[in-house]
């Protein structure tokens, strides 16, 4: 009588169905995108003086190249996605550090009314949080592409709380950071500057880390401050 070779056919179909594909990894872009277009539209929360150039100049340069980039992730011309990922971050990053420049520059002048002070202060406080949070997900274990490759995130420049041996998540064998963790270490480090249960691990990711917390602590302790003070 033949052995009989239905249970194991059963099981290799359901590790087929269970195991989960690239596809079923793959992490959707769209909080990227809000948050890039959200970046570039606080400079219409900033007065003419503490914006490069028009305010809408910022926009118009984010939105062709996100485009552009969404259309290669789609085609998944990763390369190309990935130049354009980094052009993405650093326009946005050159609009955070020429406000705040602009912004540190009128202290002296007291151009700017006390009100007019504490809501360019919020407004880029909250840039600041959503340039660095692009910036962690962009970097970190090579970039969103190859962590969906990879599958379960075992190692990167962060070491989050759900990479603990017995964490009580859902399915710890294929959990991979998601935008919104990196947006929720970017608010902590503004709000508390420094990480609170994610640790920093590299060293790029350290001076980031400093990078931010002192961009904040600029911006909240001394800005903000000095606007309550002239009120």
Not at 42 to 69: D, E, K, N
Not at 78 to 92: C, N, Q
Not at 104 to 120: D, F, M, N, R, V
Request: charged share 15%; with cysteine; aromatic share 10%.
């Amino acid at each position: 009588m033949p052995p009989r070779q239905g249970g194991s056919r059963i099981r290799a179909n359901l590790d087929c169905v269970s195991a989960p594909t690239r596809e079923d990894r793959a992490e959707a872009r769209w909080p990227v995108i809000v948050a890039l277009l959200g970046a570039g539209g606080i400079t219409f929360a900033l007065p003419h003086s503490l914006v490069l150039g028009p305010r809408w100049l910022l926009p118009t340069i984010l939105a062709p190249l996100l485009l552009v980039a969404t259309l290669a992730h789609r085609a998944q011309n990763h390369r190309f996605d990935r130049i354009l990922g980094f052009a993405l971050s650093t326009v946005v990053t050159f609009g955070l550090a020429g406000s705040l420049a602009l912004l540190i520059t009128s202290l002296p002048s007291k151009s700017e009314a006390p009100s007019a002070l504490l809501g360019s202060a919020a407004a880029l406080w909250v840039m600041n949080i959503l340039v660095f949070a692009i910036w962690y997900w962009r970097l970190d274990a090579g970039g969103p592409h190859a962590r969906e490759a990879r599958g379960r995130h075992t190692a990167g420049a962060f070491f989050f709380p759900q990479m603990m041996d017995g964490a009580p998540i859902e399915d710890p064998d294929s959990w991979s950071p998601r935008f919104v963790d990196y947006v929720f270490l970017a608010f902590n480090t503004s709000t508390a500057f420094s990480p609170t249960d994610t640790a920093v691990l590299s060293r790029w990711a350290k001076v980031l880390s400093m990078t931010q917390a002192v961009i904040s602590l600029l911006i909240v302790a001394i800005l903000a401050s000095r606007a309550v003070g002239m009120l």
